[in-house]
């Protein structure tokens, strides 16, 4: 008690002891201060941040999810894959065609052949005009007929116009005897020791070295950006999620029997929901509305809106699993203006 | 070292933000409500037949209503005995309840008390629970006032079910129909005639206590007057003589007062007048060459609405109770009649004729928002449910060449024009009068 005083005092000496100038200065910035306060208002660092969720309007067609509901990434992841597929087929000899062109098959057979073969198309000149300088052109056609045979994806273009040569070749016996003797199920053609083709080998090792170099690095690259983009897209949910959502709880939403409703009335409730995308007991409240509770209808009105997560066909809600961070937390603005037909 | 915390506590609440999910429905479904009704459990085997009764007629009651679905009882899992002691919830989320009644029925001496419990399925919880006690003849009214009960703790509205319905009985060709009054619940039981048909009777009105009926009767065969009936002792009497023709009366809300038409010989035409009961005296109300009828107050006895001739053609008039500040609400074209004005005081009810067809119709008390809710041949005479939700009104059959059919059935309506039934009467009715809650 007696420090107070003590403190009292020196507070009072303290100001005693300022100059009108200062003291008036001190006075003017305090008053400042709480206008500011008054004017701007004190922030509120409890208050749920809204998320940004775009207008949209209500799709009922749930097929639209399905559509809209496949990740980015994947057909980014599709596309690139592509990309990398082309850029591959693009050196001779590389043993990472074949493995990137399973890959192809398996995993999107339907987008890959319209890319491929739109792509494919200015690889087959460069690798026609190679084939047709070199000896070993025959053996190499004939190797990818086997291959079109097997794998009909990219390799499809590049034996396709090597027949042209092999139409005008068709005489030799050779190549008959060729033929059968590529028929064996031989896995490489035997090589022909010339200096040129050794000095070729040597350069597409070197190329594709480099290349493979720099495919790595981009696929570093890819892969960075990927997982960037997974971050980014799992800290919001997507329109169908959303959207899907929405609908499930408009099913949910029976509208209060007999109540007439104003126009305008909006109730918003706020739960919290558990992993398993159940309501947490007792968590359903309302947070806001501007029915006055003296409204005879108050009761049913805000009883129906928070029985709309109660409905056993909303448990369990339609949410992705994976993003609960972003859904843990949910706020429902039941807006009447539309359903004020409902007496 | 203070002041880094400080700051680094700021930070951290600022940062601090819970994030939330906002979705926004404005679209929901409008469906009758889920509701599953047991049989009221007791241990004695007599009053557990009552139990099963007054759970039927709550039944019927909601389902008339057309707000709620009855769930068919075999889909019930849990039996009435331990539901009398605890619903098991997950068993009537199931079978997609959206409410639940129980119900218990003791009997001690002559009296049978019955107790229920209103259940929210989906919350767990229990919304309303009573407790009513009576003799056991009195088992049906208290079946309508437990409808009402839920009726009201659900949807927010009063209840309707504890009332009863006055109409003419007609039978007979269309040319001589003997005309009754007759009396019964809304939903068609203890139904019975008031008069025995011997004269003409029109225009059935409750007082607001529904212990009495003014209407308007041709006893005297040729001076019609309006008349007030007791329903409990049976006795008639005349409200007033007059010179000439007195009729369409209508009580007050405060049941003091009777407001009718009165056509004076000496005036030439039918004018507004009020009577008071208690002193016999009356008071005009419209002054004007024009017919002036059909008068009804609004609830709160402040303001009456009438039709009149008076532009040309039938039009409603509004105006306060002592007959100034005149004005018209209908707007549009056709000739308007018998207006009501709803318990709820917001919208009036009328009868309207237009292009070769009659219309029920409502509006808002300024002439607003005008709408029709019923169409026929020939439909007639609006009575309000004290809910003011729904509506009773006859509806007359074309009549063939060969002088059959003509026939006039009371039907019930929504205010919304939906949920429309034809209400069995032992006869044909007209000029139905929905009585005020009787509790």
Redesign the interface.
């Known amino acids: 008690m007696e420090a107070l005083i003590l403190k009292n005092n020196r507070f009072i000496t303290y100001i005693n002891n300022l100059g009108s100038e200062s003291l008036g200065f001190y006075f003017s910035f305090i008053l400042h201060f709480i206008l500011l306060l008054f004017a701007i208002g004190l922030p509120n660092f409890f208050e749920p941040a809204p998320i940004n969720i775009p207008n949209i309007i209500p799709i009922e067609i749930i097929n639209v999810t399905d559509v809209t509901s496949i990740p980015k990434e994947v057909k980014e992841k599709g596309g690139k894959k592509v990309n990398k597929a082309i850029a591959e087929t693009k050196k001779f000899n590389n043993s990472e065609n074949q493995e990137i062109k399973k890959v192809d098959i398996k995993t999107k057979p339907k987008i890959e052949p319209k890319e491929s073969k739109n792509l494919i198309t200015p690889k087959e000149d460069v690798v026609i005009k190679e084939r047709i300088k070199t000896p070993v052109k025959l053996e190499k056609e004939t190797v990818s007929k086997e291959k079109t045979e097997s794998l009909p994806s990219k390799k499809i273009k590049p034996k396709i116009k090597p027949k042209i040569i092999t139409k005008s070749e068709i005489v030799n016996e050779k190549k008959i005897s060729d033929v059968i003797a590529k028929a064996q199920p031989k896995p490489k053609p035997e090589p022909q020791f010339s200096i040129a083709s050794m000095l070729k080998d040597l350069r597409n090792e070197q190329s594709s070295q480099t290349n493979e170099k720099k495919e790595k690095e981009k696929k570093s690259e890819n892969t960075t950006d990927q997982e960037k983009e997974i971050n980014k897209e799992n800290l919001q949910l997507s329109i169908s999620e959303i959207d899907l959502l929405r609908q499930q709880l408009s099913s949910c939403w029976i509208a209060p029997a007999g109540s007439v409703i104003g126009t305008g009335m909006i109730i918003k409730i706020s739960a919290k929901i558990r992993p398993n995308r159940r309501v947490y007991d007792n968590s359903v409240r309302i947070v806001d509305t501007n029915i006055s509770k003296s409204n005879k209808f108050y009761g049913p009105i805000t009883e129906s809106a928070m029985r709309t997560l109660l409905n056993p066909e909303c448990i369990p809600l339609k949410l992705p699993k994976d993003k609960y961070n972003l859904w843990k937390n949910i706020t429902i603005t039941f807006d009447h203006s539309i359903m004020q037909g409902v007496q | 070292m203070k002041k880094t915390i400080f700051y680094s506590i700021i930070i951290f ?2 940062s ?18 889920p509701i599953a009704i047991t049989n009221f459990y007791s241990h004695n085997n007599k009053t557990l037949k009552i139990g099963k009764n007054i759970s039927m007629v709550i039944s019927d009651n909601l389902e008339r ?1 057309g ?2 679905m009855p769930i068919e009882r075999k889909a019930f899992i849990q039996d009435e005995e331990s539901l009398s002691n605890l619903p098991r919830f997950e068993d009537w ?1 199931i079978i ?1 309840a ?1 409410h639940l009644i129980a119900g218990r029925i003791y009997k001690k001496n002559e009296k049978i008390s019955v107790e229920f419990r209103l259940y ?1 399925v ?2 767990q919880k229990q919304l309303l629970g009573k407790k009513y006690e009576t003799s056991e003849k009195n088992w049906r009214r208290v079946s309508h006032i437990i409808s009402d009960a839920i ?1 009201k ?5 009063g209840g309707y079910f504890d009332t009863r319905v006055v109409y003419v009985a007609e039978t007979g060709p269309k040319e001589s129909k003997q005309k009754r009054l007759a009396i019964m619940d809304q939903d068609q039981a203890n139904h019975r005639f008031l008069t025995d048909g011997s004269y003409l009777v029109l225009t059935p009105r409750f007082s607001p206590n529904s212990q009495k009926i003014t209407y308007m009767s041709y006893m005297t065969r040729n001076s019609p007057r309006v008349y007030i009936f007791d329903i409990e002792t049976g006795h008639q009497e005349i409200v007033g003589e007059f010179p000439g023709m007195t009729f369409a009366p209508r009580f007050s809300p405060d049941g003091k007062k009777i407001i009718m038409s009165y056509a004076d010989p000496d005036v030439g035409n039918s004018e507004i007048y009020i009577l008071d009961l208690a002193t016999r005296v009356s008071s005009r109300i419209t002054n004007s060459s024009a017919i002036d009828v059909s008068a009804s107050f609004s609830p709160d006895g402040k303001k009456i609405v009438f039709n009149s001739d008076r532009s040309g053609r039938r039009h409603l008039y509004v105006a306060e109770s002592d007959g100034k500040n005149l004005k018209r609400i209908s707007r549009e074209g056709g000739s308007y009649y018998t207006p009501v004005w709803s318990p709820r005081g917001d919208t009036i009810a009328f009868t309207k004729q237009e292009g070769g067809q009659f219309y029920i119709g409502v509006m808002e008390t300024d002439g607003s928002n005008e709408r029709m809710i019923a169409k026929s041949f020939h439909v007639e005479g609006p009575t309000w449910a004290p809910n003011g ?1 729904y509506l009773l009104y006859f509806k007359e059959e074309r009549t063939a060449e060969d002088g059959s059919g003509g026939e006039s059935s009371l039907y019930s309506i929504d ?2 024009g939906y949920n429309e039934r034809k209400i069995i009467t032992p006869l044909g009715g007209s000029d139905p009068a929905w009585s005020p809650l009787m509790h």
């Open positions: 609440l600022i601090f933000k819970l994030h939330s999910l906002e979705v926004t429905l404005t679209q929901g479904t409008i469906k009758p409500t209503s707000l709620f989320k997609k959206q929210d989906f919350s009726f703790r659900i949807t927010g509205e939700r205010l919304t």
